[in-house]
């Protein structure tokens, strides 16, 4: 077998690999690194699929491996750094924690992310109905959606609206539980992979892109929640627009 059959599973690997880090980081406190390693292996995983396609290199073991890799970055890292999060709030904001808080279990909640994340995958490999767009919020979006919370918080003042309303914990249960019933909503949303380099093909991913490196340059981290809500207003009137034309 060429040995170019065996770039895309490499690639994938290197998704585990950042996955991997990025909870040696999180264990540690460092949720900015953790954050860093996490969108370098989706980085690989975004090109996987791209190179299996190219290379002609696609197999069955390439996509259950591609979903394992995922499993790891996209999957373990944002429940267990939700459950940092919960486990730090109070400390955040300086105020004395309750003293049923721990008692109940409370930081627990954060891997429900995880939980749905598990069964989102599971579902996305034999669900074929989601061979060329996603049903739900794909792990890594939602990945994205979670480890940006951190970082909102570590650019917010102690007094400004936005840390108030992230370091509250019952809104940190909210965003946990939208982000379980997002990962598996039968809301159908566009494909951010590039199949083939031909931009009438690729216009809706590629005006996306464009729009959310914009919000990234001016907004910074406050960008990344902004560009999945988008991406699923978007993925919504995308549908309709589609039925019309039908």
């Not at 216009?203 to 991406?231: A, H, N, R």
């Amino acid at each position: 077998m060429p040995i170019s059959k065996y770039v895309p599973n490499f690639i994938t690997l290197l998704n585990l690999s950042s996955g991997l880090i990025a909870l040696i980081y999180a264990f540690d406190n460092n949720l900015k690194m953790a954050f860093l390693w996490v969108c370098l292996g989706i980085f690989f995983d975004f090109w996987d699929g791209f190179f299996a396609r190219i290379l002609k290199a696609q197999s069955e073991v390439g996509l259950q491996l591609d979903s394992l890799a995922d499993m790891v970055t996209s999957g373990v890292v944002p429940g267990l750094v939700m459950y940092k999060m919960f486990e730090n709030i109070y400390s955040l904001t300086g105020t004395d924690v309750p003293d049923d808080f721990y008692s109940n279990f409370i930081p627990y909640i954060g891997f429900i992310i995880t939980l749905a994340s598990c069964y989102r995958l599971a579902k996305f490999n034999v669900d074929t109905r989601q061979i060329d767009s996603f049903i739900g919020l794909p792990t890594p979006a939602n990945t994205l959606f979670i480890m940006s919370i951190p970082m909102i918080l570590s650019q917010s003042s102690g007094d400004d609206f936005i840390f108030n309303i992230l370091s509250n914990p019952y809104v940190l249960m909210g965003i946990t539980l939208l982000s379980a019933f997002m990962l598996n909503a039968e809301i159908p949303l566009f494909s951010l992979k590039i199949k083939q380099l031909n931009f009438k093909e690729n216009k809706l991913q590629i005006f996306f892109l464009l729009y959310s490196v914009l919000l990234l340059v001016f907004l910074q981290y406050l960008g990344i929640p902004l560009i999945i809500l988008s991406y699923v207003v978007l993925s919504i009137f995308n549908n309709k627009f589609q039925q019309k034309q039908s």
